[in-house]
């Protein structure tokens, strides 16, 4: 008992000099980001009603906007009213990753990955800017902690349904932040399908079909409200991929090009393999910017973790 209150203890302390960082970062920044004022345009548009005006700064209406004019109710400034939804969501994540992480490890080492998620420069400085990523995240990882929830198998199963769905929800409400987040609710829909078919309880079947109902409705109903806001930024993401392939073979050929201006030698046929394998160098890309966007340090220790987990 002595123990649980020391753990809720301290991640309500963790939580609070979450808040503090973030509240200190946001009033020693002066300088608003460009799309900043986009979305004080778009939230003063919503405020006084005119959608139109909403859609005309941006096409895809992204739901921090409404969050800034809610806010508004209670703060006179435009700017603070964006601010104070950036640090209210960014501070507000270290709550339901604190859950998240319950699943997997226990109250001290929990707290320990929330204190370094809460001290990561990069995630402090987002929660002061005026972007829509705070938003993103909070819903981020509140679902990604109602679906891991639903996976264990001691719940009943209409807990489980209840558990899948806000999940699905919370996806959603993350990919109405930062559409790049519907990845998230692609993939999970698949991970529960596939899983109800290799479980052992085969009733999870019927959960996993049931809760694309009420995800269904909801996103009927969103892109029933917000078209052609829905329709115009899937036409862009379905163009840009479009053209991302066109890219990509154009640089396959070019390189086999390339290649074949070379009759014999190493370089002719390093040319031609790195044709087929293009795809390799935007991986370790990708790997990249995430290890510098998830901050060295935190990676080091994630690497270090690892070793010791496997030494045990």
């Known amino acids: 008992m002595r123990s649980a209150n020391r753990a809720i203890r301290m991640i309500h302390l963790v939580i609070l000099i979450g808040i503090a960082i973030r509240a200190f970062a946001a009033l020693n920044t002066a300088v608003i980001n460009p799309d900043g004022m986009v979305y004080i345009q778009q939230a003063k548009a919503i405020y006084h009603g005119d959608w139109q005006l909403a859609r005309a700064c941006v096409p895809f209406v992204s739901s921090y906007p409404f969050l800034i004019a809610a806010a508004h109710w209670v703060l006179p400034s435009w700017i603070d009213s964006a601010r104070m939804i950036s640090v209210l969501f960014g501070s507000l994540t270290l709550l339901p990753l604190y859950f998240l992480l319950r699943r997997f490890a226990d109250e001290r080492t929990s707290c320990l990955c ?4 809460a001290f990561i420069p990069f995630l402090v400085s987002g929660s002061a800017d005026l972007i829509r990523d705070p938003v993103c995240w909070f819903f981020l990882v509140s679902g990604c902690y109602f679906f891991v929830r639903q996976l264990e198998t001691r719940e009943t199963l209409r807990t489980r349904f209840l558990y899948l769905t806000s999940s699905y929800v919370l996806f959603l409400m993350a990919g109405w932040a930062r559409p790049e987040a519907f990845i998230f609710l692609i993939f999970s829909c698949c991970y529960s399908f596939l899983y109800s078919l290799f479980s052992e309880d085969k009733r999870y079947l019927f959960v996993a079909i049931a809760s694309l109902l009420p995800l269904g409705l909801f996103l009927m109903a969103g892109i ?3 078209d052609p806001s829905f329709s115009d930024y899937s036409g862009k993401a379905a163009v840009k991929l479009s053209a991302s392939l066109d890219q990509y073979n154009n640089l396959r050929d070019q390189l086999g090009t390339l290649a074949g201006a070379f009759d014999r030698g190493a370089l002719r046929s390093f040319l031609w393999k790195v044709r087929n394998l293009v ?18 340090h935190t990676f080091l220790f994630l690497c270090s973790g690892s070793l010791g987990y496997r030494r045990g």
């Not at 929330?114 to 998620?117: E, G």
């Not at 991986?283 to 998830?294: D, E, Q, Y």
């Open 114 to 117: 929330v204190l370094l998620y």
């Open 224 to 226: 029933m409200l917000f």
């Open 279 to 296: 795809w390799l160098i935007d991986v370790g890309v990708l790997i990249g910017n995430s290890v510098a966007a998830s901050f060295i």
